[in-house]
């Protein structure tokens, strides 16, 4: 009896029995819990008392959790403190599917007998347990001092089943006594599963080379039906993928693998954006015939959409090459300039690609290399590229057409607008009045466009058909709303439509459809939308255009300016004056004088929005003026510096030609002093100052304050 129980005097068999089972069972890395001295090989051997490799308790594992595939446990499991903590600790350290081996003494039946015959009921009140529940692992008789419990057959594989192990393999050999070889595997978590499935459609789409993100799709679901676990096919515009659910929720499963970070972003894009369909069945195209086009268009997809149907979409790249255009519809290029952020191209891209229309995009030279990837996957696609370039002369443009080159077959060029104060806005080089912009460099990348054969205005003029363009810039799209530029485009002519990424942005979030962030140009459009839309330094003086003196004075000019005048307007700021004064200003030129370009920037972005001429701007500084105007009307409302730099008034006369007029505000010296004004500011005081160079006042315009704010405003005439 002894003997059974305590199977020592078999080590030597049992070890055999055990090297060979482990031998059939186990996989690298493995784990010897309870080594002892044991000559099973193992990766790592561990012993709470024996220097092994390691020395801790089965309850306490020093190892991080999914290191081990195979982990043992041979004749330990009834030395443990806790058999439950320990499988648990060593479930922790599986991988899934990993296995944990087991080998085990069991008390059988005929030992039972033997117990029942040898032993009085007296005895240890565990072993009297031992006859009436034979399902019990307590059973140690209080003369085994070696062993914490003993299991049956039963009892053993219950405690790893209680524990969520799978059994893969069980047998029992006598050796003196029964032991019990058994080999319990790691069940995959839902998590776990859905991963090895999609590993396994992955790898053989990989080697067998069969079809795309439906087939993929497909081959999931029906291995996961085969497997036991709940999944659907899911269904977006342009790709197909699948849901499991775990944990009582649905995750996305995509067995299609991204080549590259940029198809990654694409696929994330699409997942997170609305869904077509769903299907559990693996042949779902025969049964769901989804319309990935025509559902649930967001606002850049529905100016597509309208394109695709209405006109024949080319590529300047197609017109070189000799492609007709049509004459019974309209003939469009869609362009992009990827002056900010590309990857929001990528989203543009999508939408085009999934509503059948391509587009030519202008990449600037710094953006070739990085973004390549991103490049080349739609170019694949009969995409088109360009070089986008402010180079001025042949020598930088030739050596940055040898790198574009080196990625694209085809070369067009696209000039690039400038954003210094010698620039021009890239939309005043195609208006027709262009020439009057007084800060024109000598040469520009957008003359050197018009001289190459391949620059981009020049092959869309080429064709004699070039009737206009709708053009979104610095957030503004003119000169209309799309889908009414669209609508009025004529059959045989043909257009360009201009799309900058950086001005779209996803509605509601990652996946949702590309939104138009800006303005679009209106002459009905709000004039205080417009201003808090182009005015970036918040400054609330130049977001009122009904200040009392703007207002008053552009009243005074629109009764007395005579056809052909020319106004220019000191310190111009916005040039809310011109604005206030309306398309009225074809009959008279406005030329605002401002030092900060941005504003001057800002002034053109407010104009657009309103559906008014641009004005004319120079960039200058009063105070040091390097571009003077003679005007009829010299307009400096309010101007004041720190310090009491009164310099400007040098230069008045700059502007004043003899027998010209000077619009003014200006303080009696005494309220200057008063509680009024921080006196560190200087603003003119007194209208002696400008009598006394030269000027005579011809009006004071005294109804400029209501409120009774003591400025005034005075036109004055040079005599001198």
Same mark, same amino acid.
């Given at each position: 009896?002894?003997?059974?129980?305590?199977?020592?005097?078999?080590?030597?068999?049992?070890?055999?029995?055990?090297?060979?089972?482990?031998?059939?069972?186990?996989?690298?890395?493995?784990?010897?819990?309870?080594?002892?001295?044991?000559?099973?090989?193992?990766?790592?051997?561990?012993?709470?008392?024996?220097?092994?490799?390691?020395?801790?308790?089965?309850?306490?594992?020093?190892?991080?959790?999914?290191?081990?595939?195979?982990?043992?446990?041979?004749?330990?499991?009834?030395?443990?403190?806790?058999?439950?903590?320990?499988?648990?600790?060593?479930?922790?350290t599986l991988t899934p599917r990993g296995r944990i081996l087991v080998m085990q003494g069991v008390i059988d039946r005929t030992?039972?007998?033997?117990?029942?015959?040898?032993?009085?009921?007296?005895?240890?009140?565990?072993?009297?347990?031992?006859?009436?529940?034979?399902?019990?692992?307590?059973?140690?008789?209080?003369?085994d001092r070696h062993h914490m419990r003993h299991y049956n057959s039963r009892t053993l594989r219950a405690l790893f089943r209680?524990?969520?192990?799978?059994?893969?393999?069980?047998?029992?050999?006598?050796?003196?006594?029964?032991?019990?070889?058994?080999?319990?595997?790691?069940?995959?978590?839902?998590?776990?599963?859905?991963?090895?499935?999609?590993?396994?459609?992955?790898?053989?789409?990989?080697?067998?080379?069969?079809?795309?993100?439906?087939?993929?799709?497909?081959?999931?679901?029906?291995?996961?039906?085969?497997?036991?676990?709940?999944?659907?096919?899911?269904?977006?515009?342009?790709?197909?993928?699948?849901?499991?659910?775990?944990?009582?929720?649905?995750?996305?499963?995509?067995?299609?693998?991204?080549?590259?970070?940029?198809?990654?972003?694409?696929?994330?894009?699409?997942?997170?954006?609305?869904?077509?369909?769903?299907?559990?069945?693996?042949?779902?195209?025969?049964?769901?015939?989804?319309?990935?086009?025509?559902?649930?268009?967001?606002?850049?997809?529905?100016?597509?959409?309208?394109?695709?149907?209405?006109?024949?979409?080319?590529?300047?790249?197609?017109?070189?090459?000799?492609?007709?255009?049509?004459?019974?519809?309209?003939?469009?290029?869609?362009?992009?300039?990827?002056?900010?952020?590309?990857?929001?191209?990528?989203?543009?891209?999508?939408?085009?690609?999934?509503?059948?229309?391509?587009?030519?995009?202008?990449?600037?030279?710094?953006?070739?290399?990085?973004?390549?990837?991103?490049?080349?996957?739609?170019?694949?696609?009969?995409?088109?590229?360009?070089?986008?370039?402010?180079?001025?002369?042949?020598?930088?443009?030739?050596?940055?057409?040898?790198?574009?080159?080196?990625?694209?077959?085809?070369?067009?060029?696209?000039?690039?607008?400038?954003?210094?104060?010698?620039?021009?806005?890239?939309?005043?080089?195609?208006?027709?009045?262009?020439?009057?912009?007084s800060c024109l460099p000598a040469k520009t990348s957008f003359e050197l466009e018009k001289q190459l054969p391949y620059g981009?205005?020049?092959?869309?003029?080429?064709?004699?058909?070039?009737?206009?363009?709708?053009?979104?810039?610095?957030?503004?799209?003119?000169?209309?709303?799309?889908?009414?530029?669209?609508?009025?485009?004529?059959?045989?002519?043909?257009?360009?439509?201009?799309?900058?990424?950086?001005?779209?942005?996803?509605?509601?979030?990652?996946?949702?459809?590309?939104?138009?962030?800006?303005?679009?140009?209106?002459?009905?459009?709000?004039?205080?939308?417009?201003?808090?839309?182009?005015?970036?330094?918040?400054?609330?003086?130049?977001?009122?255009?009904?200040?009392?003196?703007?207002?008053?004075?552009?009243?005074?000019?629109?009764?007395?300016?005579?056809?052909? @005048?020319?106004?220019? =307007?000191?310190? *111009?700021?916005?040039?809310? !004056?011109? /604005?206030?004064?309306?398309?009225? +200003?074809? %009959?008279?030129?406005?030329?605002?004088?401002?030092?900060?370009?941005?504003?001057?920037?800002?002034?053109?972005?407010?104009?657009?929005?309103?559906?008014?001429?641009?004005?004319?701007?120079?960039?200058?500084?009063?105070?040091?003026?390097?571009?003077?105007?003679?005007?009829?009307?010299?307009?400096?409302?309010?101007?004041?510096?720190?310090?009491?730099?009164?310099?400007?008034? @040098?230069?008045?006369? =700059?502007?004043? *030609?003899?027998?010209?007029? !000077?619009? /003014?505000?200006?303080?009696?010296? +005494?309220? %200057?002093?008063?509680?009024?004004?921080?006196?560190?500011?200087?603003?003119?005081?007194?209208?002696?100052?400008?009598?006394?160079?030269?000027?005579?006042?011809?009006?004071?315009?005294?109804?400029?304050?209501?409120?009774?704010?003591?400025?005034?405003?005075?036109?004055?005439?040079?005599?001198?």
């Amino acid at each position: 009896m002894k003997e059974d129980l305590a199977i020592t005097n078999n080590r030597s068999s049992i070890w055999t029995l055990e090297e060979e089972y482990v031998r059939e069972h186990a996989c690298e890395p493995s784990l010897n819990i309870g080594a002892g001295n044991s000559p099973i090989p193992a990766t790592i051997s561990c012993d709470p008392l024996v220097p092994r490799d390691v020395i801790c308790v089965a309850e306490h594992l020093p190892f991080r959790s999914n290191t081990f595939r195979s982990v043992f446990f041979l004749s330990v499991l009834d030395h443990v403190n806790d058999d439950v903590a320990s499988i648990r600790e060593v479930q922790r350290t599986l991988t899934p599917r990993g296995r944990i081996l087991v080998m085990q003494g069991v008390i059988d039946r005929t030992l039972r007998f033997k117990l029942r015959r040898t032993c009085s009921f007296a005895l240890h009140g565990n072993l009297r347990r031992l006859f009436l529940d034979p399902d019990s692992i307590l059973c140690v008789p209080w003369w085994d001092r070696h062993h914490m419990r003993h299991y049956n057959s039963r009892t053993l594989r219950a405690l790893f089943r209680n524990m969520g192990m799978q059994m893969h393999d069980f047998v029992i050999q006598e050796v003196g006594c029964s032991v019990a070889f058994g080999a319990f595997e790691n069940p995959l978590s839902g998590e776990a599963l859905a991963e090895e499935i999609r590993r396994r459609v992955a790898e053989t789409v990989a080697v067998g080379n069969r079809g795309g993100c439906g087939y993929r799709a497909a081959a999931f679901q029906d291995l996961a039906r085969k497997e036991g676990l709940e999944s659907r096919i899911v269904m977006y515009r342009g790709h197909v993928c699948n849901q499991a659910r775990i944990g009582g929720r649905w995750q996305i499963v995509d067995a299609t693998t991204p080549e590259n970070p940029t198809q990654r972003l694409l696929l994330e894009h699409i997942v997170a954006g609305p869904v077509y369909g769903y299907s559990t069945d693996p042949d779902y195209m025969r049964t769901h015939r989804v319309k990935y086009c025509t559902y649930g268009l967001g606002e850049y997809s529905r100016w597509m959409q309208l394109l695709a149907r209405k006109a024949n979409v080319v590529t300047p790249c197609q017109i070189m090459r000799g492609v007709a255009l049509a004459d019974d519809k309209p003939n469009v290029v869609i362009r992009h300039d990827t002056d900010g952020d590309p990857v929001k191209w990528l989203w543009m891209a999508y939408e085009e690609n999934c509503l059948g229309v391509k587009s030519v995009t202008y990449v600037l030279p710094e953006q070739l290399e990085p973004y390549s990837e991103m490049w080349h996957q739609y170019h694949f696609k009969d995409f088109a590229f360009g070089l986008h370039s402010a180079a001025t002369d042949l020598v930088t443009l030739r050596r940055q057409e040898k790198t574009f080159t080196r990625h694209f077959p085809e070369l067009t060029f696209a000039a690039h607008g400038h954003t210094d104060p010698t620039g021009i806005p890239p939309y005043l080089s195609y208006f027709p009045y262009a020439h009057e912009y007084s800060c024109l460099p000598a040469k520009t990348s957008f003359e050197l466009e018009k001289q190459l054969p391949y620059g981009f205005i020049s092959i869309l003029q080429s064709t004699g058909r070039f009737d206009g363009c709708l053009i979104d810039n610095w957030g503004i799209i003119y000169p209309t709303d799309p889908e009414t530029f669209i609508e009025n485009m004529k059959n045989g002519h043909l257009y360009y439509l201009l799309f900058h990424p950086a001005n779209f942005s996803l509605e509601g979030g990652l996946g949702s459809f590309l939104k138009f962030c800006g303005i679009v140009s209106s002459h009905n459009a709000d004039l205080d939308q417009a201003l808090m839309y182009v005015n970036r330094s918040g400054s609330e003086y130049f977001n009122n255009p009904y200040h009392p003196h703007l207002v008053c004075v552009a009243n005074y000019l629109r009764s007395n300016l005579s056809e052909g @005048d020319t106004v220019v =307007d000191l310190c *111009a700021g916005l040039g809310l !004056l011109s /604005v206030l004064l309306g398309n009225g +200003a074809r %009959r008279y030129r406005y030329v605002g004088v401002e030092r900060d370009y941005a504003l001057i920037r800002a002034a053109h972005q407010l104009h657009v929005c309103l559906g008014l001429r641009i004005p004319e701007f120079i960039c200058d500084d009063v105070k040091t003026p390097k571009h003077p105007v003679h005007a009829d009307w010299t307009v400096l409302l309010t101007w004041e510096s720190e310090n009491g730099d009164g310099r400007m008034f @040098d230069h008045i006369r =700059d502007y004043v *030609a003899p027998g010209k007029k !000077l619009i /003014v505000t200006w303080l009696p010296d +005494a309220i %200057r002093q008063t509680k009024w004004f921080d006196t560190k500011y200087f603003t003119i005081a007194g209208i002696e100052f400008f009598l006394e160079k030269g000027f005579r006042e011809i009006v004071t315009i005294s109804d400029a304050y209501e409120s009774g704010f003591p400025q005034r405003i005075s036109v004055l005439e040079r005599v001198r």
